[in-house]
């Protein structure tokens, strides 16, 4: 605040937990100390009608799996799963990256003032998590009404820039629906913010 922001007397700011959110104004700061005064208080706001689940094929850099989750913290996507397709270069992820990934996504998600951290997991065995959803995935080609996806409780599947192989969709058995999100090859980390935002905005 003091350093980045630089915040000063009068500067608004938000102090908040899962449950309840105080707007606050900065009466007087020194070096060590913030004195504030709470303007506002808002008890928790459920923004999902339902939970969004994507899930997203590793990409050929780590960094770009950094950007992804910035991104969809940002966009506020709930539950973030990483994994491994047919096609990922990088087949596994350490307990020191994930805590970075942590760290990123609250990073984003303070600075898009949000309520809550989503939950991030690298999930080898996707049909741990299809269970009874949906599973819509973003490829090539659009077969999918969209108009009906927002009643389905769904997992949205990001491939990796040359789509899903055969084995990959042996994994989702016959429950599954496909729809494109543009007309060229997106890149994983472009696909999965227009998909984030596509996924955010149905209603």
Known sequence: MRKVLRMKIWDRFFVQNKNERLEVEILDRDKTTITWNILNTKTRCNDEAFQRWIAIAMSNKWSKMELIVQKLSEIWI??????PSERSVIKDVNN?????????SQEAVEQ??????????????????????????FDKNQRCNVASIQRWNAIWIIGPEWWLTSKDYQKF??????????????????????AGWFIKNLK
Do not use: G, H, Q
């Open 78 to 83: 709930k539950n973030i799963y990483i994994r």
């Open 96 to 104: 020191k990256k994930m805590e970075r990934l942590y760290k990123i």
């Open 112 to 137: 898009s003032r949000w309520r809550e951290l989503p939950k991030i997991e690298f999930i080898k065995d996707i049909s741990k998590i299809i269970l009874n959803r949906k599973v819509i995935i």
């Open 173 to 194: 058995w016959d429950n599954y629906e496909i729809i494109s999100l543009w007309n060229t090859i997106l890149r994983t980390e472009t696909a999965s913010i227009i």
